[in-house]
């Protein structure tokens, strides 16, 4: 059973990057823990992830991206999300921020590449947990009240306007946010392709639905084993499962702790300053 406690992100903090990373962060009402490792010991990989704490700490944003390419030109363009994630560091509504990520990555996108992305915002007085999804496999969503998983994705069908494309296809896609509540002791569930192209006991890849089936099987009385399993059982089945592509996984648990009235009070005077920058980029 891990012990390893959470490290509390700072206020109008910017973490992350696309090294490899097994950590434990915390901001109010939310836990989040992230795991990456890119393909074969590479020092960096295709996967960008950031966190970010706005200046009172009650907007958490979370991004995992999945980058078509690899090495350098992976790293510019994680550069540029972390200056956009910087900028937008305060705002609740993350549609247009998704959107311009979508037009930034065109910007900083020099040899047709292209990126399937999670954006996920929790606003912590309202519990109110926001989805954006750019074609990445949809995250799972764990209720402790029903003890049960399903996938979290949007089945609103939009034939009217080109929505929710990678970034990179599409300059005027548009993406539509999903709200949830998360209760305390809900899960949310997010990982890149290596593990939904995992292959199950028969040769075939999991897909959604076979990561879906593995984690319902998995113990979930302490949310801090939950990743590691789910590593172990897809090396069960598959021992070069995660070994093909840069894998993540990001775990957000909601803890029901409130926003400090200190960071609350302190917020206007932060936002003067600049924001604080923690990256791991290769």
Same mark, same amino acid.
Request: proline share 4%; hydrophobic share 35%.
């Given at each position: 059973?891990?012990?390893?406690?959470?490290?509390?992100? +700072?206020?109008?903090?910017?973490?992350?990057?696309?090294?490899?990373?097994?950590?434990?962060m915390?901001?109010?009402?939310?836990?989040?823990?992230?795991?990456?490792?890119p393909?074969?010991?590479?020092?960096?990989?295709?996967?960008?992830?950031y966190?970010?704490?706005?200046?009172?700490?009650?907007?958490?944003?979370?991004?995992?991206?999945?980058?078509?390419?690899?090495?350098?030109?992976? %790293?510019?363009?994680?550069?540029?999300?972390?200056?956009?994630?910087?900028?937008?560091?305060?705002?609740?509504? +993350?549609? #247009?921020?998704?959107?311009?990520?979508?037009?930034?990555? $065109?910007?900083?996108?020099?040899?047709?590449?292209?990126?399937?992305?999670?954006?996920?915002?929790?606003?912590?007085?309202?519990?109110?947990?926001?989805?954006?999804?750019?074609?990445?496999?949809?995250?799972?969503?764990?209720?402790? $009240?029903?003890?049960?998983?399903?996938?979290? %994705?949007?089945?609103?069908?939009? $034939?009217? @306007?080109?929505?929710?494309?990678?970034?990179?296809?599409?300059?005027?896609?548009a993406?539509?946010?999903?709200?949830?509540?998360?209760?305390?002791?809900?899960? @949310?569930?997010?990982?890149?392709?290596?593990? %939904?192209e %995992?292959?199950?006991?028969?040769? +075939?890849?999991?897909?959604?639905? /076979?990561?879906? #089936?593995?984690?319902?099987?998995?113990?979930?009385?302490?949310?801090?084993?939950?990743?590691?399993?789910?590593?172990?059982?897809?090396?069960?089945?598959?021992?070069?499962?995660?070994?093909?592509?840069?894998?993540?996984?990001l =775990?957000?648990?909601?803890?029901?702790?409130?926003t400090?009235?200190?960071?609350?009070?302190?917020?206007?005077?932060?936002?003067? /300053?600049?924001?604080?920058?923690?990256?791991? =980029?290769?």
């Amino acid at each position: 059973m891990s012990t390893v406690s959470a490290e509390r992100m +700072q206020c109008m903090e910017v973490w992350g990057g696309n090294q490899a990373v097994d950590r434990n962060m915390e901001n109010p009402g939310l836990r989040i823990w992230v795991y990456s490792k890119p393909y074969s010991g590479s020092e960096s990989g295709g996967d960008v992830y950031y966190l970010s704490s706005c200046a009172s700490g009650r907007i958490s944003r979370i991004l995992l991206a999945d980058v078509s390419g690899h090495g350098e030109a992976v %790293s510019k363009i994680a550069i540029g999300l972390r200056d956009l994630m910087r900028r937008n560091v305060n705002y609740i509504s +993350q549609s #247009r921020f998704v959107s311009g990520m979508n037009e930034q990555f $065109a910007e900083l996108n020099d040899d047709g590449e292209f990126a399937t992305a999670l954006v996920s915002t929790f606003f912590a007085p309202t519990r109110t947990y926001s989805l954006c999804n750019a074609g990445h496999p949809p995250p799972l969503l764990y209720r402790k $009240a029903s003890s049960d998983w399903s996938e979290l %994705s949007n089945s609103e069908e939009r $034939a009217d @306007v080109i929505a929710d494309t990678p970034w990179g296809v599409c300059d005027e896609a548009a993406y539509f946010q999903h709200d949830i509540r998360l209760d305390t002791g809900d899960m @949310v569930l997010s990982y890149s392709d290596a593990v %939904s192209e %995992s292959e199950d006991a028969d040769g +075939q890849q999991l897909g959604c639905e /076979g990561v879906l #089936r593995l984690v319902s099987e998995l113990d979930v009385s302490n949310s801090a084993d939950l990743i590691p399993a789910l590593i172990r059982r897809i090396g069960e089945i598959d021992p070069r499962g995660l070994e093909r592509d840069d894998t993540t996984i990001l =775990l957000c648990e909601a803890t029901g702790s409130r926003t400090p009235l200190k960071n609350s009070l302190l917020a206007p005077f932060r936002l003067l /300053g600049p924001v604080g920058d923690k990256t791991e =980029l290769g």
